[in-house]
């Protein structure tokens, strides 16, 4: 089966993607994070103690089928291709980033379209930013910002990643090594066979699809071109759906779960996503695709997730959600706020400083 | 529904090469336009130049003497 055929295929395909969202969701993981990819990067970091927020610590089976969804189907329909070499630690800065601006917002971009399926109005906020920081991203690659070519390398390169992900996964089942959360988002989940299989269905689609959250912002900016956008309007459908006959949708900015109404937090948080997300190219999600069909430059960029969400843990530079119980607004403390306006400071470093002339020396 | 077209492909190896090649088609009023990269042709999620079917050996020579590096080119409907 084509995915990208038509645009109906590519419509059909989101739908796919918000159908197996919606069955984690309703199955166990939290309602409005459902497989959100930096929330999950963040709860496996925490499974393995990199950070201690007992909330957030529970070793995701989604991540790994992300990786070995997409590894399976680029080695059955020979897509596979192992390569490297593309300024992996600018990468990997841009990992930490993309991690930093997500855990400020409280979400990646699939989150982000998530919470915009279940009526939260912060994440249209967030949209505004997401967009821009696209917007900014693009600019740059017009100036002529380029991180270098990627080379092709030993077939094993690539493997590496999927391997030590489902090796992980095989301790967190069957030793107690990892930490586990006993309340708070972290202990909501799916059964974990059920996490599994929608992964790899997930990640097997994404791969086919090509979904990517910046991307498709991306392409409507620079070629108005709208395919790869139909991916997420089929997947924002399906979450529509799912949300207004489970009761989970309310159209408001207060109340929402895991979530808070910071207004220039949640914009800043997603336009360094949004910045990040082109320069490394692609959004999280398409960065663990991207590493399990053979990019280590992005398996980079996923241990900079990785570390990223740890060090936003750690340093306090993640946001606080609201709690309507104790009045909390909730948001980034001070030093979230001042790390995020860090990494766009870096990100314009990077952005506009990095030429295809540098490239060609 | 637009009617698919043959057309000459050409990837690269980055996107700023794509922008380099879009630049420099358009300085020279050359036919064509930036596309993503045709799935036939790639996994990958990068831009392809898409122009009217030519003789690749002209084409290559011309990116050639303009210093404009690529990765393959091919003919392919889009």
Redesign the interface.
Known sequence: M?L?S??KMLWASGAMLGGIAALLAYFGNPKNMAICVACFIRDTAGAMKFHQAEAVQYFRPEIVGFVAGAFLI?LITK?Y?SSAGSSPMIRFLLGVLMMIGSLVFLGCPLRMVIRMAAGDLNAYIALIGFVLGVATGSLA??K???????YETKKSGGWVLPVILVGLLLLSVTTTLMASSESGPGSMRAPILLSLAGGLLFGAIA?KS?A?FA?SVR?IL??K?F??ISVIGGFFVVMLIYNIATGGFHFSFSGQPVAHAQHIWNLLGMYVVGFAAVLA??CPL?QLV?AG?GSSDSAITFLGMFVGAAVCHNFGLAAAAANAETNAPGGPAAAGKAAVLLCIVILLAIGFGIR?RE?RQ | ?RKKEMKLVITF?????A??MEKRCKTEKMEG????VP?ILS?????AWACPPLDSEQLTRWMQERHLRYESIQECLV
């Open positions: 084509n990208t038509s645009k680029a897509e291709r690659l017009k002529g910002f380029s991180l270098g070519r990627a791969q090509r990517c991307g392409d620079l070629l071109n395919d790869l190219g692609g398409r991207l069909q295809k490239d | 529904m190896h980055t996107t700023a090469d922008m380099a336009r930036l596309i993503p799935r996994a990958g999620c990068g831009m």
